[in-house]
């Protein structure tokens, strides 16, 4: 194997690598980019390098650059790990020796473990070497990097810088790869990574259904990319909201509306009376106002004066007087607070109800009592 030879693959390699890193080469064969493969196969050629103390066992220092020839077998485990062995006719030039030979045949194999980085491509690995050629065997560490660079679906190049250490001999050897392998089979789904899309503007939504590529970092946007338009800030897109001022921390429905919910309001009010009298002792009292009030504010409410009595004197009597009072009330009411005649009820229940069954002055004027309820069911925010 001529010097000519071992020149001319060298400048492939380079010229291969530097054509192949191009923008222009990654745009074209992007559609390739299948970095699923299980296994490869693949023949190579090598420019190699050898240490210029070989073979020191018999003076060395004529050993020139050489070239190799061979084949590997890859396979990965996972889309980080892989294994592979190779094998490689070598010859080597020689130059001023005293065995009046030009070139030194050989043979290597070696078996490696590579790690693929995150573009699951390109691979740094490390492995064990044997070489034996006319004048010596050894084994050597090895370690380097390398590409699969994608040619089409099941076809890849192959490009490698290795570097050699015999630690027997203090060997130190190069060596550049170059060469083409054919890639089949599949990783287990549960192994083969997601395939990330490009997101200029980071907004959760892929370039290639991005309509809005340069949307601010942070803004929400809509599945298409563009900005949602929200001005009273409910989550509800003005597009859908149908009340466009919520007020803040309001709860919202789909419509962008505050969520309602029905609750009944009770509002009481107590009036007092002397014995056997239907006459309101404290009619300025601040409850009938505000009981007037909460039926003029809400027009569905309805009221109840119900009139309560002791238990001093007849059931008959008791029942009328209560009667009475709460007939009272509604008076005042009416008149004094301005509330609705229509919406006022007015009961008597005479003695049937004591809130004290005690045969004491103290609990006969607890009996003596008016009580005034007025309930509606309203809608209310929730918050």
């Given at each position: 194997?001529?010097?000519?030879?071992?020149?001319?693959?060298?400048?492939a390699?380079?010229?291969?690598?530097l054509?192949?890193?191009?923008?222009?080469?990654?745009?074209?064969?992007?559609?390739?980019?299948?970095?699923?493969?299980?296994?490869?196969?693949?023949?190579?050629?090598?420019?190699?390098?050898?240490?210029g103390?070989?073979?020191?066992?018999?003076?060395?220092?004529?050993?020139?650059?050489?070239?190799?020839?061979?084949?590997?077998?890859?396979?990965?485990?996972?889309?980080?790990?892989?294994?592979?062995?190779?094998?490689?006719?070598?010859?080597?030039?020689?130059?001023?020796?005293?065995?009046?030979?030009?070139?030194?045949?050989?043979?290597?194999?070696?078996?490696?473990?590579?790690?693929?980085?995150?573009?699951?491509?390109?691979?740094?690995?490390?492995?064990?070497?044997?070489?034996?050629?006319?004048?010596?065997?050894?084994?050597?560490?090895?370690?380097?990097?390398?590409?699969?660079?994608?040619?089409?679906?099941?076809?890849?190049?192959?490009?490698?810088?290795?570097?050699?250490?015999?630690?027997?001999?203090?060997?130190?050897?190069?060596?550049?790869?170059?060469?083409?392998?054919?890639?089949?089979?599949?990783?287990?789904?549960?192994?083969?990574?997601?395939?990330?899309?490009?997101?200029?503007?980071?907004?959760?939504v892929?370039?290639?259904?991005?309509?809005?590529?340069?949307?601010?970092?942070?803004?929400?946007?809509?599945?298409?990319?563009?900005a949602?338009?929200?001005?009273?800030?409910?989550?509800?897109?003005?597009?859908?909201?149908?009340?466009?001022?919520t007020?803040?921390?309001?709860?919202?429905?789909?419509?962008?509306?505050?969520?309602?919910?029905?609750?009944?309001?009770?509002?009481?009010?107590?009036?007092?009376?002397?014995?056997?009298?239907?006459?309101i002792?404290?009619?300025?009292?601040?409850?009938?106002?505000?009981?007037?009030?909460?039926?003029?504010?809400?027009?569905?409410?309805?009221?109840?004066?119900?009139?309560?009595?002791?238990?001093?004197?007849?059931?008959?009597?008791?029942?009328?007087?209560?009667?009475?009072?709460?007939?009272?009330?509604?008076?005042?009411?009416?008149?004094?607070?301005?509330?609705?005649?229509?919406?006022?009820?007015?009961?008597?229940?005479?003695?049937?109800?004591?809130?004290n069954?005690?045969?004491?002055?103290?609990?006969?004027?607890?009996?003596?009592?008016?009580i005034?309820?007025?309930k509606?069911?309203?809608?209310?925010?929730?918050?």
């Amino acid at each position: 194997m001529n010097f000519s030879f071992k020149k001319t693959l060298v400048a492939a390699a380079t010229l291969s690598a530097l054509t192949i890193a191009s923008p222009s080469f990654a745009d074209n064969h992007s559609d390739h980019d299948n970095t699923n493969y299980k296994k490869w196969v693949g023949i190579f050629g090598q420019y190699y390098h050898p240490d210029g103390d070989k073979p020191n066992e018999i003076g060395g220092g004529f050993l020139q650059d050489g070239a190799a020839l061979g084949g590997e077998f890859g396979i990965r485990f996972t889309p980080r790990w892989a294994m592979r062995i190779e094998a490689a006719k070598t010859n080597v030039d020689v130059d001023n020796n005293a065995f009046g030979v030009g070139s030194v045949d050989g043979q290597k194999i070696a078996a490696d473990a590579l790690y693929f980085q995150d573009d699951l491509q390109t691979y740094l690995f490390t492995g064990l070497q044997h070489a034996d050629d006319d004048f010596d065997d050894y084994l050597a560490v090895a370690a380097g990097i390398g590409k699969h660079w994608s040619l089409s679906e099941h076809t890849r190049l192959i490009t490698e810088a290795t570097a050699y250490h015999a630690f027997s001999d203090s060997y130190n050897d190069f060596s550049l790869k170059l060469g083409v392998a054919y890639v089949f089979g599949e990783i287990a789904p549960s192994y083969a990574p997601a395939k990330r899309e490009s997101d200029t503007d980071r907004d959760g939504v892929a370039d290639s259904i991005d309509q809005c590529l340069n949307s601010a970092y942070g803004e929400k946007v809509a599945a298409n990319g563009c900005a949602v338009k929200d001005a009273d800030n409910d989550g509800v897109a003005d597009s859908m909201d149908l009340c466009l001022s919520t007020p803040k921390g309001d709860k919202v429905n789909t419509s962008g509306c505050s969520v309602m919910v029905a609750e009944e309001i009770e509002v009481k009010l107590s009036a007092l009376f002397a014995n056997n009298s239907s006459v309101i002792q404290n009619p300025a009292d601040v409850k009938f106002a505000e009981f007037a009030d909460f039926l003029k504010r809400y027009p569905k409410a309805t009221g109840v004066v119900e009139g309560h009595t002791s238990i001093v004197g007849t059931a008959a009597y008791n029942q009328l007087l209560s009667q009475k009072r709460a007939e009272a009330v509604k008076a005042l009411l009416i008149s004094r607070y301005g509330a609705p005649a229509d919406r006022i009820t007015a009961l008597g229940f005479g003695e049937s109800q004591p809130v004290n069954l005690a045969n004491t002055p103290a609990a006969h004027r607890e009996n003596r009592r008016i009580i005034g309820v007025v309930k509606v069911m309203v809608e209310s925010k929730t918050k």
